[in-house]
């Protein structure tokens, strides 16, 4: 079936730094990759819809120039926390998607910021 | 707005017992409805789904009726196995509203010998 990698798995980091999150998707071409966030017991929240070789989607409430979001070709987009606070620890998923109703989701990347 | 309600975690059941995972929504229009599955350490894995109102979704030994009536879409097996602890992600999607989910909080599964 349709892998989807992240990298780093996990990251710790100390404020004010800026971190990059990769997702690849490994045996298909994404035409969509889909970045969420995910708090404790909460649910997974989207973040932004990025379309390769466009500018991403943002949704309400998501500033987008602390989430930068790349994805330059059919198999990787980036995410990147600018300025990392505490406040930003968290689980980012990434998932992409073939133009079809399916959603191919990456294992996940846990970000602290110390 | 789109909102997906499911009961709390964990849920620990022995080998063999049958399950249920309560799953509600509100949505603003029309939606398709979906479970997804993630294992440990691995990403969400699309479980099954429905489409429209009455259809069934299965897979695996589980199910789900998609219950317009009473906007619910809970997750059922009638046997479950160790194998099946994972966590459990009600979503929906809007008809026409691109591919955006909505999720719930998700529920955690454990099941023991």
Known sequence: GAVVSQHPSWVICKSGTSVKIECRSLDFQATTMFWYRQFPKQSLMLMATSNEGSKATYEQGVEKDKFLINHASLTLSTLTVTSAHPEDSSFYICSAGTGTDTQYFGPGTRLTVL | ?113
Not at chain 2, 42 to 65: H, I, M, P, R, Y
Request: charged residues 20%; hydrophobic residues 30%.
């Open chain 2, 1 to 113: 707005g789109d909102s997906v309600t499911q009961m709390e975690g964990p849920v620990t059941l022995s080998e063999e017992a049958f399950l249920t995972i309560n799953c509600t929504y509100t949505a603003t229009g029309y939606p398709s409805l979906f479970w997804y599955v993630q294992y440990p350490g691995e990403g969400l894995q699309l479980l099954l789904k429905a489409t429209k109102a009455d259809d069934k979704g299965s897979n695996k030994g589980f199910e789900a009726t998609y219950r317009k009536e009473t906007t619910s879409f809970h997750l059922e097996k009638g046997s479950v196995q160790v194998s099946d602890s994972a966590v459990y992600f009600c979503a929906l999607r809007i008809t026409g509203g691109g591919n955006k989910l909505t999720f719930g909080t998700g529920t955690q599964l454990k099941v023991e010998l």
